[in-house]
């Protein structure tokens, strides 16, 4: 267990649902992450979040809508995704500019688009 | 922009015995974190290991190692003693200490399989 929880575990969902991915940690991190991990693919940094503002959009496509209430929480809304938007999200949470420098991760979202 | 290799998909190693993990990385900065992780079939990626690219002496943590050669830019692992609960995926990545640029997040490589046999 790393702090940080991942909910749900798993989601299928069709090409025309909207459905949210929830993220929350309680480490007192101030920055969080969503990263993609494909199969045979580096993970990709798609958003960053430091004290509750967006950072970083690594160019992620429209359909994916982040949103960061207060710095335990981070969500992913999804609407009209494609089938190659199936993966693992994971998030994660850290505190730059401190001592502590690794990243903690949840446990990911494992999500296929039909 | 800074970028991760690892060169090695799978590797094997009998239960005991010790297996060294490849990776090596480009960046124009001086100062910088390295980090390998762990992420078994669980999907939770777990700190395995930290080394900060200012210290000189490599980092340990029990029974992992890192050979760090910063003017090499290669930061490879070893696992002694190798146990069936060190089967996963092991990811090496890159963090910049100039946190006003990439707010702390992590480049990956693309990880090594590790397979343990009894």
């Known amino acids: 267990e790393t702090g940080v929880t991942q909910t749900p575990r798993h989601l299928v969902m069709g090409m025309t649902n909207k459905k949210s991915l929830k993220c929350e940690q309680h480490l007192g991190h101030n920055a969080m992450y969503w990263y993609k991990q494909s199969a045979k693919k580096p993970l990709e940094l798609m958003f960053v979040?430091?004290?509750?503002?967006?950072?970083e959009n690594n160019s992620v496509p429209s359909r994916f809508s982040p949103e960061c209430p207060n710095s335990s929480h981070l969500f992913l809304h999804l609407h009209t995704l494609q089938p190659e938007d199936s993966a693992l999200y994971l998030c994660?949470?850290?505190?730059?500019?401190?001592?502590?420098?690794?990243?903690?991760f949840g446990q990911g979202t494992r999500l296929t688009v039909v | 922009a800074q970028t991760v290799t690892q060169s090695q998909p799978e590797m094997s190693v009998q239960e005991a015995e010790t297996v060294t993990l490849s990776c090596t990385y480009d960046?124009?900065?001086?100062?910088?974190?390295l980090f390998w992780y762990k992420q078994p079939p669980s999907r939770q990626m777990i700190l395995v290991i930290r080394?900060?690219?200012?210290?000189?002496q490599n980092a340990t943590e029990n029974r992992f190692s890192v050979n760090f050669q910063k003017a090499a830019k290669s930061f490879s692992l070893k696992i002694s003693d190798s146990q069936l609960g060190d089967a996963a995926m092991y990811f090496c990545?890159?963090?910049?200490?100039?946190?006003?640029?990439?707010?702390?997040?992590?480049?990956f490589g693309k990880g090594t399989k590790l397979s343990v046999k009894p």
């Open positions: 960046t124009s900065e001086s100062d910088y974190y």
């Open positions: 994660a949470s850290s505190a730059p500019g401190t001592e502590n420098t690794e990243a903690f």
């Open positions: 990545a890159y963090r910049s200490a100039w946190d006003g640029g990439s707010q702390g997040n992590l480049i």
């Open positions: 080394q900060e690219a200012y210290k000189q």
């Open positions: 979040y430091n004290f509750k503002e967006q950072t």
